[in-house]
């Protein structure tokens, strides 16, 4: 789908539309990191808005003038410690029409073993029928994570 977005202005942070009726959010990337052996990488984040921890995808803003793919590069190893060997680029998700422009672009990547650690964000790693388990149990709502997990699933034939 393809929207005027022109007049719209590029923000760092969150701003709103120039009459002020929606909310604009910065461009942002996600990756679901997966590992030779074929689990995924997924991070616990608190999150405020909610008042508990999460889990999701690494990932986050895309910076201006930043090439999508580098950002979210950037965001798994700034996030989780693990380099990827590649990145995928997946789909694009418009996150909420009715109030906001908010746009996450979606990767897939093999994850290297190399690892740096970090204290930024737990790390769990999961077979894909725990994910999807937990997708089931309403453990993992983040819209980014469930649309890879079911992504991953149907590209397994699962």
């Not at 979210?72 to 996030?79: G, H």
């Amino acid at each position: 789908m393809d929207y005027k977005t022109e007049n719209i202005p590029v923000f760092k942070s969150i701003g709103l539309s120039p009459d002020g009726k929606f909310l604009i959010f910065p461009e942002s990337a996600a990756i679901l990191g997966v590992f030779e052996n074929g689990k995924a990488l997924l991070v616990e984040q608190p999150r405020k808005a909610v008042n508990t921890n999460t889990l999701e995808l690494p990932g986050g803003r895309v910076n201006v003038g930043e090439d999508k793919e580098e950002a979210v590069k950037r965001e798994l190893l700034e996030e989780t410690g693990y380099l990827c060997k590649n990145a995928r680029f997946l789909f694009t998700l418009d996150m909420d029409f009715s109030a906001s422009i908010h746009r996450t672009h979606v990767f897939i990547g093999e994850l290297t073993d190399k690892y740096k650690p970090t204290e930024k964000f737990t790390n769990h790693i999961f077979e894909l029928s725990q994910l999807i388990d937990l997708i089931h149990d309403g453990k993992i709502t983040h819209a980014p994570s469930v649309a890879a997990i079911y992504w991953l699933k149907s590209e397994r034939g699962e």
